[in-house]
């Protein structure tokens, strides 16, 4: 079915696309599944950590969710990142067509010189620094996130209906925080919905890790 033409304008900071009958494209983005950096415990930044077994499962759970619940993506999008482009790949078996967009516009912020230490390593080494938000130089800001991310989510909506994007924590608060979502944990296999209208609008919150884990799959 091809897709209903969509009203071009400017892509601002927050603006979006919208339909010629005013309907709205809705967007899932989700965390990749647990990466080998994850289990332990290492802040991952843009390096290119692979997924684990319980990752790989994680993702299949989550496409399982999301076929029972009678979600069809006409467009699945993720970092080019393996941890995200895994996640994608089997989740776009499922629930997609099988294709899955790769954009470099969605890996994770950059972490700078914190990239690859535990959280342990970096209070020795920046003492309080993550619970006063004292980030390092290199750290990318909320800003210069979505000015990537929300122009490619701007230009794969032009083509889509429901968009599904796998990203990276970092990345879904930044839009959480740009679309003055209240904010909230971002675990494995977990995201939010969100509309796309005149600006960014924020829906339900998703989290198939816990979901996972009370399926007994930890």
Known sequence: MVAAVLRRRPATFFEVATREDGSCVEVLALRHGQSEWNAEGRWQGQADSPLT??????????????????????????????????????????????????????????????????????????PDAIAQKRWPDGYESDESVISRVVPAIYELATTSDCLLVIAHAGLIRALDRASNAPPTSVPNLSGRWYRLEERLVPGNIVNFSAEATSHGIE
């Not at 077994?53 to 029972?68: H, I, T, V, W, Y």
């Not at 776009?92 to 914190?114: D, H, M, Q, Y």
Request: zero cysteines; charged letters at 25%; proline letters at 1%.
């Open 53 to 126: 077994s319980l990752g790989e499962q994680q993702a299949l759970f989550a496409a399982q969710q999301l076929l029972d619940s009678g979600e069809f993506f006409d467009t699945i999008a993720s970092s080019d990142l393996q941890r995200a482009r895994r996640t994608a790949e089997i989740i776009a078996e499922i629930v997609g067509n099988g294709i899955v967009k790769l954009r470099t516009e969605f890996r994770e912020r950059s972490a700078g010189p914190w990239q690859g230490l535990t959280r342990a390593e970096i209070e020795m080494r920046w």
